[in-house]
């Protein structure tokens, strides 16, 4: 779960791309020269701040935070100044309580437009409560390209319009790594410009598509061994959840969803993890085009815009293959991943020759040393382009 500071995506029968190329990534092109700079005992303000940028040394209990910028690029938007933070900490500054995180992105263009993405996994004391959820408040626009598997990707529609996401999951301890706990999903769409594509053929205008306001309430049963949600190395990550949309709790439709997902984490010699992701998203009802089950983004099938393929139902799977880090470096390491996805109206409508593939790999570098965290680069591959992620955190 995770906040955005590169995101490029390509298509290249449109030459759509949209970029968003941050300062943190422009601060990657400053280690070799800070690195320089130390060994010559520079005193220079930049290159102190960098110095501590990339080579933090606080200790495992003690919390950490980090603000860093980031300047993006994208056709519809022009440019976008914005901000990254990283908050890490640990219940009552304990050791052996498991590491906290709240990441944040914000940003702005000079065409009014703006966002603020907020992540958090948090931990309580001895594990007694677990706080996990995601948080989005934007006007920024989005690409449609229709329902369902067979979509083509040469004329998107771009909906421009103000968006909030709020969703959380309040999970109680019942047992040794076992959570349980409600679960709530608002989302508004309002403010809505349905832009058809030009110079190709309009699209149907989906539900919701002149604005939407759902509010969901349901349940989510958690099972959660890992002690690091920003790099895993050992250990197992399962959810079954449920939430219910209805007119009497103010949504403007009546739908239901049920998310399965399962990860691992496989240690393999001294640094490197195999790890593995399966999810299934089921919903039925009348669900608004924005909370259909969307393929790809920066989490599952890197490469593809997240909602380039969209439906009621969605089953997805990921491996990747992690150094960290390389045996010939103390911070820099490397990641081989590959994923596949479909989507269908219905359950029994999954068919296995309208399955999608991605695959790509990335580098990493690690930021914070004592509690093992890396920023990651990633390079997602799909028969429609390539796609770049610049992240704080593993993908899952």
Known sequence: MIVNILKRLSNKRTGLCRCRLPMAGVLLLFMLPVTVLGQAKSASWASRQFNKFFNDTTSSAEKSFRVYPTLGYSPETGVEPGASALWLFRARGDST????????FAFFTFKAQFGLWIDNAIYGDKDKWFFLGRTRIQRFPLLYYGIGNNTSGDHPAVVDANYILL?????????PNLFLGPEVDFQHLFGVAFNQP?????????????????LGVGAALVYDDRHNVLNVRKGWFGEIGYLGYTPSLGSDYRFSSVNVEVRAFHPIARNNVLAWQVLGNFMQGDIPFNQLALMGGEMMMRGYYQGRYRDKNMLAAQ??????????????GATLFAGTATVAPTVSAFRLDRVQFAGGAGLRYLLFKKKDIYIRLDMGLTKEGPGFYFFTGEAF
């Open 97 to 104: 309580n498991r590491l906290s995180e709240v990441q944040t």
């Open 167 to 175: 969703r959380q999951r309040v999970l109680r301890k019942i047992k």
């Open 198 to 214: 030009e110079g190709g053929p309009a699209h149907t205008l989906p539900i919701g598509s002149s604005g939407t306001t759902n």
């Open 319 to 332: 491996v990747e293959y992690r150094l960290l880090p390389f045996t010939f470096s103390k911070r820099l």
